[in-house]
């Protein structure tokens, strides 16, 4: 890899102004305090980063963005995956062409493609590009499952298909994806609560989306396991779930950007037709954000 992928990753939200337009200048601000807050990657274009409600024309812009936000001071990992190979064919060229270090590619979505069409689908797009590309596997959000087998298979044919991103919330799963791939591919947990077992499991670190409110925080978890003080990675893992927990208070992915609003960060709103927390549920946001010493 051009830049060893490893630690937290952050799947950064994609900003927008109160007309739903993309905010540029607020995603250069936001990259700023996340690398401040020692992250090791960013993640443009991600679930989180609502890259479903984005035209191609703005997914690429976005990217655009993030490469330069970056300016080689972390990895910048793009998420390419689009719901047709076609699509996500043309925005990983792009990505690649743009400066991405690695790519991240979701499950097609609303679709249910079989297992063999969705190694063909992978093979496409690892045959199109020379950079790395990670599997992100997210049944919850595209009701498609990523198998172990399945990754597996695409590893063994494809010499840039390095990793991937279980963001099911089942060890088994994750420790399945170690356990059937080669030694030297990279497993990231995608489940904020579990950062810390999975880094027990043998992953090399998460993709965390609440690393773009608290990425001191999370980050704290991976120095703290890599410095073999298990205690106190426990600790602040115990301390992050709450606001992990908190994304259940809206619909998704307004949880997150809610809470940069509130601690001064540009992430303005989701895009319709979901809106922000209101009464009870956002004094519980806040709530959550005061214990952990942001507002």
Do not use: W
């Not at 249910?112 to 950079?131: D, G």
């Amino acid at each position: 890899m051009p830049q060893e992928l490893e630690g937290i990753i952050v799947p950064v939200i994609t900003p927008f102004h109160e007309d739903e337009s993309l905010n540029e200048d607020g995603l250069r601000q936001i990259v700023d305090y996340l690398i401040a807050g020692g992250v090791h990657g960013i993640f443009p274009c991600g679930s989180q980063s609502e890259l479903f409600s984005l035209s191609m024309d703005e997914a690429k812009r976005v990217i655009d963005a993030a490469v330069a936000a970056a300016n080689g001071r972390v990895p910048v990992l793009a998420g390419t995956g689009m719901v047709t190979t076609r699509d996500s064919v043309e925005l990983s060229r792009y990505a690649q062409a743009a400066g991405a270090a690695a790519l991240s590619v979701i499950t097609p979505y609303f679709i249910k493609p079989t297992p063999e069409e969705l190694r063909q689908h992978y093979l496409r797009i690892c045959e199109a590009v020379s950079i790395p590309v990670l599997g992100y596997n997210n049944p919850g959000r595209t009701g498609v499952s990523l198998t172990p087998e399945t990754v597996a298979a695409i590893a063994r044919e494809a010499d840039n298909f390095v990793g991937i991103k279980d963001s099911s919330g089942d060890l088994t799963n994750t420790l399945a994806y170690i356990e059937q791939t080669p030694p030297t591919f990279r497993t990231f947990m995608g489940r904020d609560t579990l950062i810390y077992a999975a880094l027990c499991y043998g992953c090399v670190g998460a993709v965390a989306a609440t690393a773009n409110v608290v990425p001191e925080l999370v980050v704290g978890i991976y120095d703290a396991f890599k410095a073999g003080d298990h205690a106190l990675a426990l600790q602040r893992q115990r301390q992050l779930s709450p606001l992990r927990q908190a994304f259940s208070l809206g619909s998704f992915p307004v949880v997150v950007k809610d809470a940069m609003n509130l601690i001064g960060l540009p992430a303005g709103p989701a895009r319709a037709p979901i809106t922000s927390l209101t009464g009870q549920p956002r004094e519980k946001l806040v709530a959550v954000l005061k214990d952990l010493g942001k507002l």
